[in-house]
T-cell receptor
Framework: NAGVTQTPKFQVLKTGQSMTLQCAQDMNHEYMSWYRQDPGMGLRLIHYSVGAGITDQGEVPNGYNVSRSTTEDFPLRLLSAAPSQTSVYFC???????????????FGEGSRLTVL | AQSVTQPDIHITVSEGASLELRCNYS??????LFWYVQSPGQGLQLLLKYFSGDTLVQGIKGFEAEFKRSQSSFNLRKPSVHWSDAAEYFC?????????FGTGTSLTVIP
């Protein structure tokens, strides 16, 4: 089992460029999410999805787009990169949602993005 | 709004010493609580979780955590730390479809 796979692992962009961070999971998880990790700030939720065709915003959604056309894939798009989006990005999935929360998150290894 | 506080940014312990990492949360109901560990350059790995039931939960790598409702705390403990435990530790609360993470505690282990 590959678990959660993120690509690319490293990327350097210039301000204004666009790119897509890919995330795929092979665990048939309904729930998928994107976080960014910045020093001293922990992980902050960007967007999440509770199933194919359903997405919602998290704490820091501005500047990012997502879509969920299949259960397996949840790409994160930066439409016009800014230096403030320099960060480490993590994709995570979970096996379901409940009234009090989801099961634990399974994380990818991260994608380090630098915007010049 | 839900929040998670890890008051210790950095902790240094000697190998073989005991460890306690603090976590306090703000949440209206009994939350789903988690501890994750992150080694340098890696993703986060689940150490343990609390959903309900026994308030003392056991996890991997010899870690345990105790849920104290009256103190809104979920502190992580290990009786004897190994050098390989050096990492960043994150406490998290699951609420509905969102997770809230603390800012992390960095653990250094001295030989």
């Amino acid at each position: 089992n590959a678990g959660v796979t993120q690509t690319p692992k490293f990327q350097v962009l210039k301000t204004g460029q666009s790119m897509t961070l890919q995330c795929a999971q092979d665990m048939n998880h309904e729930y998928m999410s994107w976080y960014r990790q910045d020093p001293g700030m922990g992980l902050r939720l960007i967007h999440y999805s509770v199933g194919a065709g359903i997405t919602d915003q998290g704490e820091v959604p501005n500047g990012y787009n997502v879509s969920r056309s299949t259960t397996e894939d949840f790409p994160l798009r930066l439409l016009s990169a800014a230096p403030s989006q320099t960060s480490v990005y993590f994709c995570a999935s979970s096996y379901g949602t409940g009234s009090g929360g989801t099961g634990e998150l399974f994380f990818g290894e991260g994608s380090r993005l630098t915007v010049l | 709004a839900q929040s998670v506080t890890q008051p210790d940014i950095h902790i240094t312990v000697s190998e073989g010493a005991s460890l306690e990492l603090r976590c306090n949360y703000s949440y209206g109901a009994t939350p789903y609580l988690f501890w994750y560990v992150q080694s340098p350059g890696q993703g986060l790995q689940l150490l343990l979780k609390y959903f309900s039931g026994d308030t003392l939960v056991q996890g991997i790598k010899g870690f345990e955590a105790e849920f104290k409702r009256s103190q809104s705390s979920f502190n992580l403990r290990k009786p004897s730390v190994h050098w390989s435990d050096a990492a960043e530790y994150f406490c998290a609360v699951g609420s509905g479809n969102q997770f809230y993470f603390g800012t992390g505690t960095s653990l250094t282990v001295i030989p």
